[in-house]
Every structure is written in structure tokens, then in C-alpha cells.
């Protein structure tokens, strides 16, 4: 009997396949088992592309279409202080004409390491690693493959990424069920050609955690979870818990996921502490959980994302599903919540084929909505798992392999105005035409457009969802962050000073002056629209242009120092001059 991790386009499934032709005797006779390893970075890097690169807006979806929930919706944010850049995708890894899935990340240092397996009867996995130290150019550096073994979910523990998933019959010696946890040494964050591992009870181990005395992995099924010594790859200890799915450590405790019996909260030792009811995933296969505070944040399927109170195991709120009315052909059976990840106080959520859900904590431990994202417009693929670290957002999406999200901060420190500004309190429905000298200190958003004829700050935050942005007399001054939804158009003087971002394209002008202190990103994912320089672009910081950059004759970009970048990732045309420094383009 052959239980495994299937991966379909839209959705993560537990499914059984029938593979009893094997002879019992090849247990104790393994076969040749090494890991291939590929290095060779021109064949890797054809499967990692910029096509797609650009912002991914975050649609506020909750008025316009939402799976049912039982529970408690949340309060949608009008003013996010971040943004989600698409930087990069990798395809899935072939093998003998067997195309591999996408089912899991751990982030260590400046590796990205993701899992892989094999949907159907044949047992297949892989890792990729992910060279993350240039979070606009990720570069995937090797590949490991293991035949016959396929893996479910991985971890880093020091020197060693651990392995959790499922062997085929014959493979490894001494193994009593197909369940087995791999220790894969590291030498220098890379994998080597050979490994320990442990043979676990059930069809499949589902998922692996560590602390500093152990590692913890869980099998599904009939399965358990069992305490492993570091060093020798003992069991330690084993508890037997049905339908287990995902395991944490936190707070000197072990939290494991049934499908059926909820949370358990064990010790170190794996002594019974209490149960978090959660809502049951019987036939589900890719849960996990996350924590914020005294927060235990759990992936409940169709029901959504549940928030639990650590302490005394009661629930705290129900998220529904936001689902874009664009989607609405996906099956509904493919919208579930696969996974939860945190990140400080934002939360990410991989809704299958609803894509991600974008949340955040405040201060006082409210819990806002800040959008939701699907991936359908690009491979119609399906978010399996999502895991946040740092300014990254990794996504896997099974057929799609995996997508590399760029945190984009959209509220930088306080910033500095050149003298104390009353607050807005004009329509912010119409286009607003700045016909004399005005100064605001506020957090607006505008629904149309904005027209700049004479001197204007402002100082906080300024969304413009309008088509357009025109600086036609006077001098704009920004100071905080900005963000556009369409584009701007700069005739005079426009000096940021913050952060901004651009859905649409910008255009300098002959006579514009465009100066950046800080950062600023454009494009949005899968345009490749055109953005100008005529007249002069002063950069402080970074800008990137995921669209294409055309600088004419009369054009000029000027860095203010060596640290200071200009990236484009579409085509680049340049007619006209580039001081102190060079441009990136990315390929």
C-alpha cells in the first residue's frame, strides 16, 4: 500500500495508491540509493524567470465576494504599509520525464531551500536552493534529486536540512513502512550526496520541526509523532496521534495538527499538555500553523483561517476565504486554506486557487484585512504553502513550482516635513486640483485623479487610485510613502522622500525633475509597459522598474552615491546619460 502527497493544479489532496506488486524481501535488500545532485547553474537558471516580475496588487475583496465562514469576518485596512512585488519564478524540476511539485520552503541565512515530490504512482523528490542574497535577483544554485523518495515537508536544523516524507518499497534498508525522516548534511548551506534517516510509522511523514535538543516529525494516517535524538537518529519517544499534519515548536512546547483530533500541545517530551479544538480536515493533506504572541494561527481548509488563544485553547476569530470575483470558476473545492505563515505582525495565507491572503496585527492585537492576490492570471496554479521571512514572501504552488515575493515597506520611519501641516479634510472622491499652495500632513486615499499646479506637500501617506498623477507647475514634495495605481507624470519637480509605489508607468518630462530619497518600485506583474526619463531622474536609494525604461536623448539619470540603484527587469533603452553609477537590468 502506497500513501503519498498529491499535488493537483488547484489543491492539496491525501491520496492513496495501489503499488502491492513489490516483493517484501527487497525491504532488507535495498537498492543503490544516492541523491543526484545538479550544480550546473545554466541548466537551473532556464527554470527561474522574470517574466511575470511586478507588483501584485492586493485586492480588498471582502465587499465584493468571499467564501462562507462560520465565524467572524475582519475590517479590511484602506491604507496597507506594505506592498508584494512578484520578483521571480522557478518551474518545477523534470526527472526522467517526470515532472516534480512544489510542496514546501524553509529559509536559512541566504538560502531558500524547496521541496518536492511527485504526483501518481512513482516515488520522486527533490530540493532546490535559492540563493536569496539579492532579493531582486534570486538565483537558484543546485538541485538535489532523491529517487524513490518523495518529500513532503523540510526544515534546516544548524548544518542538516531534515526531510520529512515517504520512501518506495526496497529503498531503504530496516524500513517497516514507507514514513521516513531524512537528515541531509549541509556543507556550506548546500546539500551532499548522502544521508541518515529514520523509518517512522505510517505511509507518510507529513512534516518536521525542531528545537535545540530534538527534532520532532509527524506521520499521518495511522501515524504519530516521535521525539529523534540529533545526533544517532533514535526515536526517543512516539505518541500515537491519527491524521497528523503539521508540527511547531514554540514556547518550550510541541504543537501538533490532526485532521481529525485537533491540536495537541505536548512538552518537550511529548507529555500531554491540553487540545485546541480546531475544525476537523479528514481528508485534507497540507495544514500547518503559525504563531503570533499568545496567537496559535491554524489552516482549517474550507473554514478558512482560525485564531486561537494559546493559553486557554479558545477561538478567537474565524477568517473567511476572500475570493476575487474573477476567480469565481475556480471549483470551490479548490478554495481551502492550505497554510499560515507570520511574519513579526503580518500574516500570509495560501488559499489554494484564491491564491494568498494578506493580514496584519496591530498594536493592540487587532486583526486587519489587507488583500488577497491569485496567481490564476499566470499559470492558473494553486497556493499550497506560503512561508514569510524577512522581506520575502515564498509561495508554492505545486504544478506552478514556486513564486518569490518581494516585501515592499510602504511606511518608513517618521518622516521629516519641512514645517507642521494640518490634516486633509477636503472630497477625496473627485480629482483633486491643487490650484494654490497647500501642505497636509495626513493618511488619504484618492479614488480619482490628482492634479499638481502649483507647490504641494504632503507628509504621511497618499494612495491615488485615479488614472493619472499630473505634476503640470510647482514643486511636489512627498515626504513618507505614496502609492499609485495607475501612473504620474512629472513636468517640473517631484522629490520623494519615503517610499512609493507605481502600478502604472512614469514619465519625467523634458523639463521634469524626478528625485527619489529612499525607494521606489513599478510595474505591475505581467505589464511591460513603457516608462519615460526625458528630463532628469535624481536617484537616493533604489527604484525598480519591473516594466521596460526608456531614457531618451535629452534624458539623464543621476546617482547620489555608489549605494544608490537604478533595476530594470524589462528591456532598456538608453539614448541619453547615466552619472555616478550604472543601471541593473535583470535577465
Excluded at 500500500?1 to 492539496?12: D, G, Q, R, T
Excluded at 532579493?135 to 523518495?149: D, G
Excluded at 506560503?386 to 515575493?405: P, Q, W
Amino acid at each position: 500500500m502506497k500513501m503519498k502527497f498529491y499535488l493537483p493544479l488547484l489543491a492539496l489532496t491525501l491520496t492513496a495508491f495501489i503499488s502491492c506488486n513489490k516483493n517484501k524481501d527487497d525491504i532488507d535488500n535495498p537498492k543503490n540509493q544516492s541523491v543526484v545532485i545538479d550544480n550546473n547553474s545554466s541548466q537551473l537558471n532556464a527554470r527561474l524567470d522574470h517574466q511575470n516580475a511586478g507588483l501584485l496588487p492586493l485586492a480588498n475583496l471582502m465587499a465584493t465576494g468571499k467564501r462562507a465562514a462560520n465565524n467572524a469576518t475582519v475590517t479590511a485596512t484602506q491604507n496597507p504599509d506594505f506592498s508584494l512585488a512578484l520578483v521571480a519564478q522557478v518551474a518545477p524540476p523534470d526527472y526522467e520525464g517526470n515532472k516534480l511539485r512544489a510542496t514546501h520552503v524553509a529559509v536559512s541565512g541566504n538560502y531558500a531551500y524547496v521541496s518536492y515530490n511527485t504526483e501518481g504512482d512513482r516515488y520522486l523528490g527533490g530540493v532546490d536552493v535559492i540563493d536569496i542574497a539579492d532579493i531582486n535577483n534570486p538565483r537558484l544554485i543546485v538541485n538535489a534529486k532523491l529517487p524513490n523518495i518523495d518529500i513532503s515537508s523540510l526544515a534546516v536544523d544548524g548544518n542538516n536540512l531534515l526531510l520529512a516524507g515517504a520512501a518506495d518499497e526496497g529503498v531503504l534498508a530496516n524500513m517497516k513502512s514507507p514514513a521516513v525522516l531524512i537528515v541531509l548534511p549541509l556543507q556550506n548551506g548546500l546539500p551532499t550526496d548522502a544521508y541518515r534517516y529514520t523509518g517512522l510509522p505510517s505511509y507518510v511523514a507529513t512534516d518536521v520541526a525542531v528545537n535545540s535538543e530534538s527534532h520532532y516529525a509527524v506521520s499521518g494516517n495511522s501515524g504519530s509523532v516521535s521525539k529523534i535524538n540529533k545526533s544517532s537518529g533514535a526515536i526517543e519517544k512516539s505518541v500515537d496521534i491519527a491524521d497528523l499534519l503539521s508540527v511547531r515548536t514554540y514556547q518550550n512546547q510541541v504543537y501538533v495538527l490532526s485532521g481529525t483530533q485537533g491540536i495537541k500541545v505536548v512538552s518537550n517530551n511529548l507529555d500531554p499538555v491540553k487540545t485546541i479544538n480546531v475544525s476537523q480536515n479528514p481528508t485534507s493533506a497540507k495544514r500547518t500553523i503559525d504563531f503570533y504572541n499568545n496567537y496559535l494561527l491554524a489552516s482549517e481548509g474550507a473554514q478558512g483561517l482560525g485564531i486561537y488563544n494559546i493559553n486557554t485553547g479558545a477561538l478567537d476569530k474565524r477568517v473567511s476565504i476572500p475570493v476575487s470575483p474573477d476567480d469565481s470558476s475556480i471549483d470551490p473545492e479548490d478554495i481551502v486554506t492550505n497554510a499560515v505563515s507570520t511574519n513579526d505582525k503580518r500574516v500570509f495565507v495560501a488559499n489554494g486557487g484564491a491564491g494568498i491572503a494578506a493580514y496584519q496585527f496591530d498594536t493592540q492585537n487587532n486583526f486587519s484585512y489587507i488583500g488577497s492576490a491569485s496567481f490564476n492570471a499566470i499559470d492558473a496554479s494553486s497556493s499550497n504553502f506560503v512561508i514569510s521571512r524577512d522581506n520575502y514572501v515564498f509561495v508554492a504552488t505545486g504544478k506552478g513550482g514556486l513564486k518569490i515575493l518581494k516585501l515592499i515597506e510602504l511606511k518608513p520611519t517618521t518622516p521629516t516635513c519641512n514645517g507642521t501641516y494640518p490634516a486633509f479634510t477636503g472630497s477625496t472622491q473627485g480629482d483633486l486640483n491643487v490650484n494654490s499652495e497647500a501642505s497636509y500632513s495626513d493618511t488619504k486615499t484618492f479614488a480619482s485623479n490628482v492634479n499638481i499646479n502649483r507647490n504641494f506637500n504632503w507628509c504621511g501617506t497618499l494612495n491615488i487610485n485615479g488614472n493619472s498623477v499630473n505634476i503640470n507647475n510647482g514643486v511636489f514634495n512627498m515626504y513618507g510613502s505614496i502609492a499609485l495605481k495607475q501612473n504620474i507624470n512629472i513636468n517640473t519637480t517631484m522629490n520623494l522622500v519615503g517610499s512609493g509605489v507605481i502600478g502604472g508607468t512614469f514619465t519625467v518630462n523634458g523639463n521634469g525633475v524626478f528625485s527619489i530619497m529612499g525607494s521606489l518600485s513599478q510595474g505591475t506583474v505581467g505589464s511591460k509597459a513603457t516608462s519615460f526619463i526625458n528630463g532628469k531622474m535624481i536617484i537616493d536609494g533604489e527604484v525598480v522598474v519591473y516594466g521596460n525604461l526608456t531614457i531618451n536623448g535629452s534624458g539623464k539619470v543621476e546617482f547620489a552615491n555608489n549605494k544608490s540603484k537604478l533595476i530594470v527587469y524589462g528591456s532598456l533603452t538608453n539614448w541619453g546619460s547615466v552619472s555616478n553609477g550604472t543601471i541593473t537590468q535583470v535577465k
